[in-house]
């Protein structure tokens, strides 16, 4: 894919659909150079599954390949 969203990608409702959906994560992260990481609150860093996503893309990836920002600050457009 060419955008991968965690929030739409992964079921957030079904708990199996949900597990196997971060079981895949190193997949998709392995082919991906960069990891752009929006959040909403400060509690984006206190869920396991978000810190697992985090620290997989850092074994992969050096730290400058990853931006996060909080959400609000953002304006985004994607034309794809």
């Known amino acids: 894919p060419d955008v991968f ?3 739409t990608c992964i079921h957030q409702v079904d708990p199996a659909l ?4 971060i079981e895949k994560l190193p997949a ?3 082919s991906s150079q960069y990891m752009l ?3 909403s609150d400060s509690t984006y860093l206190q869920k396991m599954w978000t810190v697992y996503e985090v ?3 850092l ?3 050096p730290s400058r390949n990853m931006i ?3 959400l609000s600050s953002v ?3 994607y034309s794809g």
């Open 5 to 7: 969203l965690d929030k």
């Open 18 to 21: 949900k597990q196997r959906g």
């Open 28 to 30: 998709f992260l392995s």
């Open 37 to 39: 990481a929006l959040y």
């Open 55 to 57: 620290a997989a893309f």
């Open 59 to 61: 074994a992969l990836r």
């Open 68 to 70: 996060i920002c909080e």
């Open 75 to 77: 304006t985004m457009v």
